[in-house]
């Protein structure tokens, strides 16, 4: 039986979670994301702690996002440690937002242009010729 995240269209999003506001905004618009049915959000945790199974669903995606808070990028690195190839990467304060410490509030106005730049290059720029299923994996959430 296939799991949730191995579904036709099968995008993942990897995300910042940092101690900033545009981590926190970052892993929100993941989320809402997910929520919203646009994309399935996996644990970059899983990834950094090179958790087999995460690493093999990242692999196995038809498309993998990565969003970073700031250009320290520890998404994208952290992918590309793990050999996940990336398709769609942005970086918040790219965006036009500014990194600070997180307050606790979650900035609504950059959770959802980063969801509007998100759906913008899934619906504009095609899936990448060489997916990691080519590549022998198979996805197998958590």
Same mark, same amino acid.
């Given at each position: 039986? &296939?799991?949730?995240?191995?579904?036709?269209?099968?995008?993942?999003?990897?995300?910042?979670?940092? &101690?900033?506001?545009?981590?926190?905004?970052?892993?929100?618009? &993941?989320?809402?994301?997910?929520?919203?049915?646009?994309?399935?959000?996996?644990?970059? &945790?899983?990834?950094?702690?090179?958790?087999?199974?995460?690493?093999?669903?990242?692999?196995?995606?038809?498309?993998?996002?990565?969003?970073?808070?700031?250009?320290?990028?520890?998404? /994208?690195?952290?992918?590309?440690?793990?050999?996940?190839?990336?398709?769609?990467?942005?970086?918040?304060?790219?965006?036009?937002?500014? /990194?600070?410490?997180?307050?606790?509030?979650?900035?609504?106005?950059?959770?959802?242009?980063?969801?509007?730049?998100?759906?913008?290059?899934?619906?504009?720029?095609?899936?990448?010729?060489?997916?990691?299923?080519?590549?022998?994996?198979?996805?197998?959430?958590?």
């Amino acid at each position: 039986m &296939a799991n949730d995240c191995c579904t036709e269209k099968n995008i993942v999003v990897f995300t910042c979670s940092g &101690a900033a506001n545009v981590g926190q905004a970052a892993n929100q618009a &993941a989320v809402e994301l997910q929520l919203e049915g646009t994309a399935k959000m996996l644990c970059l &945790a899983g990834i950094g702690s090179h958790n087999s199974g995460m690493i093999a669903s990242g692999k196995g995606a038809d498309r993998v996002v990565g969003i970073d808070g700031c250009p320290v990028a520890c998404t /994208k690195k952290a992918l590309e440690h793990a050999d996940v190839p990336i398709n769609d990467h942005l970086i918040v304060t790219e965006l036009g937002f500014k /990194k600070h410490p997180y307050d606790g509030n979650i900035d609504r106005e950059a959770v959802e242009k980063i969801k509007t730049e998100v759906k913008r290059k899934l619906s504009t720029q095609p899936l990448a010729p060489s997916s990691g299923k080519e590549s022998g994996y198979t996805c197998s959430c958590c």
